[in-house]
């Protein structure tokens, strides 16, 4: 038996851990199988297609099956679009769950039409292991949007979709570390490298390419995806005419990551306006790791020259931790955002109402201690926090501040910046704010200290802000 430990997101954005137990042993080989067919507005019809796809794919001893985008349905319109949706809680996600269990396998729901409220439908791309669990939920990112009239292809996504607002950390599954995309994703090779630096073995991009670009682009693109970051590519791929508007590329595939098709399902043929089938072959992590290790191109990069980054979201706040501040303890509940390096907290003494600090999480004394992604997540938390602050307090400027080693007027040991809403006149001189800013937390300074009541109050105020 294997337990992995998913971080997942609630309709509040908050992170959940999830611990999730697996009934597979980890293999260092595997068979996995891609399922391609032609999705329609009939939902039972596709399901019941998607069950027979699976149940051929569990007796060719696959121990994953991956479906295509939108394996619930492709609407006729609009209107139609928002009536099929569900919540994934819903009736549909609760018969995969079924047959992922009863047929001991992890399945990929490539994409699901997952509705939130009358206004939000996301495109999602749901991970079910062998217990019939919701092992992960990635969003799709990047929206679709085009329109070429005398091609008769008209698709904008955003009309109807809504983005996700984050890419899913990779998960462990018994076939290698998943790292989940969606179709239009495949366009934008960060995403893939992000999720390659991440821990990314395979990489999935279940799509319903149309017909047009899939005939020039959709090989290319999988195999350069596998080649260039030295992964798996699953792509399960919608085929065919779903309506006298929509026509598919076809072409599932499962590339290595030398860029060799391993196994493959028919390209869209005019005339053929159907098709269901299935490709299966068999996923191997040494093979990842001999690619990796006779071609280190990661360790080449040059990080001293370029880099990318993640742009972290705000991580679970725990009330109940007290978090450090060099020597000095910051109760949890005075803690009103925390990225993945970084906490923002309200202040004991401001020099101006509204003063906060954001502080690194790792006990760092100087910048030039910090990692390129602490620092990135520094500033980019500096700022979001900033943004905040000049609404709550209707100021339109802001003071940041970073006092770099204890000559700079650093009292406390440990990498933070200071925030400050400034307005006009706040300060007879504008740069007197620096005066008083050394002057606040001198052992010398008379004024009391904030209580923590106070603290706490402002605190939850700004959660509400950022959560």
Wanted: charged letters at 25%; aromatic letters at 8%; proline letters at 3%.
């Amino acid at each position: 038996m294997l337990s992995f430990t998913f971080l997942l997101r609630n309709r509040q954005n908050r992170v959940i851990p999830v611990v999730l137990t697996s009934a597979f042993k980890m293999s260092s080989k595997c068979v996995v199988a891609v399922c391609q067919f032609t999705a329609t507005h009939d939902k039972e019809k596709n399901f019941s297609i998607a069950k027979s796809l699976i149940d051929e794919s569990v007796k060719k001893q696959a121990k994953m099956v991956f479906l295509p985008e939108a394996s619930d349905y492709i609407s006729r319109n609009k209107s139609e679009f928002r009536e099929l949706s569900e919540p994934i809680n819903g009736f549909l996600i609760s018969q995969y769950k079924d047959l992922a269990k009863v047929n001991n396998i992890w399945l990929s729901i490539g994409g699901f039409h997952e509705k939130i409220d009358e206004k939000t439908i996301y495109n999602s791309h749901i991970i079910i292991n062998d217990l019939g669990n919701i092992a992960a939920i990635y969003r799709k990112i990047h929206l679709f949007d085009v329109s070429i009239p005398d091609k008769n292809i008209h698709l904008r996504e955003s009309d109807s979709n809504a983005g996700g607002s984050q890419i899913v950390a990779p998960i462990q599954s018994p076939i290698g570390c998943l790292g989940l995309q969606i179709c239009y994703d495949l366009r934008f090779p960060e995403h893939s490298t992000l999720l390659r630096k991440l821990g990314a073995e395979i990489l999935t991009f279940p799509s319903a390419f149309t017909s047009g670009t899939g005939k020039v682009h959709w090989e290319v693109l999988l195999r350069a995806r596998a080649i260039e970051n030295q992964c798996y590519v699953i792509a399960a791929a919608q085929y065919g005419a779903h309506n006298d508007k929509r026509t598919s590329y076809g072409h599932s595939m499962i590339v290595d990551p030398w860029g060799q098709i391993l196994s493959e399902c028919p390209k869209y043929t005019e005339g053929v306006n159907t098709d269901q089938s299935v490709a299966v072959a068999t996923i191997d992590l040494d093979l990842v790791k001999k690619v990796r290790t006779e071609m280190p191109v990661f360790s080449h990069r040059r990080n001293d020259i370029y880099s990318l980054n993640l742009i972290n979201t705000g991580e679970e706040i725990d009330d109940e931790k007290n978090y450090t501040f060099a020597d000095k303890i910051v109760p949890g509940k005075t803690v009103f955002y925390v990225s993945k390096y970084c906490y923002a907290f309200t202040n004991i003494r401001c020099v101006v109402p509204g003063q906060v600090l954001v502080s690194t999480l790792r006990l760092a004394k100087r910048l030039q201690d910090l990692s390129k992604e602490e620092i990135a997540d520094l500033f980019e938390t500096a700022i979001k926090v900033s943004k905040i602050i000049e609404t709550v307090h209707n100021a339109h400027s802001t003071t940041l501040c970073v006092q770099d080693g204890p000559y700079a007027g650093q009292t406390v040991a440990q990498v933070h910046t200071h925030v400050l809403p400034r307005k006009k006149g706040d300060f007879a001189n504008n740069d007197d704010v620096y005066l008083h800013l050394a002057r606040h937390d001198n052992k010398n300074n008379k004024d009391p200290f904030r209580s923590l009541e106070e603290r706490i109050e402002e605190a939850a105020l700004l959660r509400k802000y950022f959560y």
